[in-house]
Nanobody, 115 residues
Framework: QVTLVESGGGLVQPGGSLRLSCAAS????????MDWYRQVPGKQRELVAS???????NYGDSVKGRFIISRDNAKAMVYLQMSSLKSEDTAVYFC?????????WGQGTQVTVSS
């Protein structure tokens, strides 16, 4: 059974930092591209960051220079280090794993940036 479980969300003040984690199981983790997406009500899900094994990270324009994606294939974990957070970063953050013919999603974790 495939599972992706996000954790680490919460309430943080503007300018603060959070680290999201995603624990994966049930599929060959190192063969999949791992992404972080985010979504606010009424808007489309937005790609935040993407990383394949041995690849170069890709970031959405709105988070470049502030967020860092990383993965630990031995632990089947993917992380999103978020810094210099802004109110517009408030969203539900989702972990995504994909390769050709397969696409898996986690349940999401809420990140709220507010003073």
């Amino acid at each position: 059974q495939v599972t992706l479980v996000e954790s680490g969300g919460g309430l943080v003040q503007p300018g603060g930092s959070l680290r999201l984690s995603c624990a994966a199981s049930g599929f060959p983790f190192n063969a999949y591209v791992m992404d972080w997406y985010r979504q606010v009500p009424g808007k489309q899900r937005e790609l935040v960051a993407s990383l394949m094994t041995g690849g170069t990270p890709n970031y959405g324009d709105s988070v470049k220079g502030r967020f860092i994606i990383s993965r630990d294939n031995a632990k089947a974990m993917v992380y999103l280090q978020m810094s210099s957070l802004k109110s517009e970063d408030t969203a539900v953050y989702f972990c995504n794993a994909w390769r050709i013919h397969n696409n898996y999603w986690g349940q999401g974790t809420q990140v709220t940036v507010s003073s």
